[in-house]
């Protein structure tokens, strides 16, 4: 194979595998460089996931973990945004995960024992298919801030993970999402492991007042950028399995 | 610079669970469809059926009780093509306590010039991006394999081990024996 049909990963743009200041790097990042390969089939297919596989409030955080008649509390908010490629061509029918903790910034989950109260009505559990067009989009709830141990007085600022796949395992990516104007991104480890102020930004959410509806639900804006595909390559790469 | 430059990664934290292996999180599904990549085997296959458990180390030798691992392999045949039998891909959080994730797949059939292998992504706490390796099998022969000759004389760290019914892969993050991550 001459040419790649994923574009290379700029590895200098994505946060490097040890931060000192973010401590849980210490003893999980190779100290070895990665191993550059060109790709192969296994690395240019992935799993598919259809609309089929999604129940029907799985976009739908205020409702899909609340009891009939009663919904989840907190600022109540749609995140949408596109799922691009760096062609900015639409990445299209691929699952997006998303998880985040509730409104007091307190997770659902066996291993989270912050003081903030849980939310009978929050799962923090949400997933969606990108459009044909590469829009995606999921209703939820703001998450509140919260402290994690880092050896020292560490808050992360509210954010949403998110996990995305694409045509091939290469484009797999996980990555999380702020809101415009926290004071907590400047001051987050996490955040500041990316080396490149224009890199956060990308991940910076903007308040949407278009896609906002009237006394009901404000709209953030963020887009989804997955490696490139050289497109003639990928399709003739991809013929014939 | 383009502004489709790729979104950088960030961890996955500790709480991945919630929204890749909700089962795991102790998350019980209320409004929500099945979890994904938890079986990858369905109804009687033509395969041969094996376990794969995969531990990963950290620099102390500690496992990371709170990974994502992914696997994405070929099926018997040597294609990516999925079955209503087989999925290829598979996603099993570690287990909370020991961290040891098990897999019950079926041993992948070779590529045209590659010997057998898996892809396995991690993903955790404390991992800025997450990281893509090859587990291949001892009973193969893999001399001729490229991503074995590249990783040169690291390459025994891409290969498990033989533990009835079927594999055990030992990934470490750090230290002398650290496995083989790749950038492809
Ligand atoms: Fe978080």
Redesign the interface.
């Known amino acids: 194979m001459t040419k790649n049909p994923f574009s290379p990963r700029d590895l200098q743009w994505h946060p490097p595998a040890l931060h000192h200041d973010y401590r849980s790097t210490h003893l999980r990042a190779p100290q070895h460089k990665l191993l550059h390969m060109p790709q192969t089939e296994t690395e240019l297919t992935g799993p598919t996931f259809g609309q089929n596989d999604l129940g029907p409030l799985d976009d739908d955080l205020i409702l899909n973990y609340a009891t009939d008649g009663q919904m989840a509390q907190g600022p109540r908010i749609i995140v949408h945004g596109k799922l691009l490629d760096e062609n900015g061509r639409a990445v299209a029918g691929k699952l997006i995960e998303v998880w985040q903790a509730n409104a007091s910034g307190r997770y659902r989950h066996v291993n989270d024992g912050y003081l903030a109260p849980l939310d009978d009505n929050f799962g923090g559990c949400g997933r969606c298919l990108s459009g044909a067009d590469g829009s995606y989009s999921f209703r939820t709830i703001l998450p509140g801030p919260y402290p994690w141990p880092n050896g020292g007085n560490d808050w992360r600022p509210a954010h949403i993970h998110f996990s995305v796949f694409g045509d091939g395992f290469a484009q797999r990516l996980i990555t999380q999402m702020y809101f415009e104007g926290d004071p907590h991104i400047k001051l987050c480890p996490i955040v500041q492991s990316i080396p490149d102020e224009t890199a956060i930004d990308r991940l910076v959410a903007r308040l949407d007042m278009d896609k906002t509806i009237p006394m009901d639900i404000r709209a953030y804006r963020f887009d989804i950028v997955l490696r490139g595909r050289n497109a003639t390559l990928f399709e003739n790469q991809m013929e014939g399995r | ?20 292996a ?1 089962q795991t ?3 019980e599904q ?4 099945a979890p ?2 938890h079986k990858m085997i369905a109804g009687v296959t033509p395969g041969h059926e094996m376990t794969l458990d995969i531990t990963v180390l ?3 030798g ?1 496992p ?1 009780k ?1 990974a994502l691992i ?1 696997i ?3 099926g018997p045949e040597g ?4 079955t209503a039998q087989f ?3 598979g996603r099993q959080a570690a287990d ?1 306590t020991t961290g040891q994730a098990r897999f019950q797949t079926l041993k992948p059939g070779a ?1 045209k010039g ?1 010997a057998p ?1 898996v ?1 396995v ?1 991690i ?10 390796s ?1 587990i291949y099998f001892p009973d193969e022969n893999n001399a001729s394999d ?2 074995m000759i ?2 040169g004389d ?1 390459a025994e760290t891409l290969v498990a081990a033989k533990a009835e019914p079927g594999y055990t892969h030992v990934i470490r ?2 230290g002398p024996k ?7």
């Not at chain 2, 610079?1 to 890749?20: L, R």
């Not at chain 2, 209320?30 to 469809?33: N, P």
């Not at chain 2, 650290?178 to 492809?184: A, G, L, N, S």
Request: include cysteine.
């Open positions: 610079m383009s502004d489709f430059k790729e979104s950088p990664s960030q961890t996955a934290g500790p709480y991945v669970h919630i929204g890749c909700p999180a102790g998350l209320r409004g929500m469809g994904f990549g950290d620099g102390e500690a990371v709170d992914e994405w392999q070929a294609s990516y093509a999925p999925s290829n891909w909370l590529l590659q292998h892809l992504w993903a955790a706490r404390g991992i800025n991006l997450a990281l893509t090859r490229p991503f590249a990783a690291r993050l750090q650290e496995t083989v991550f790749f950038d492809v």
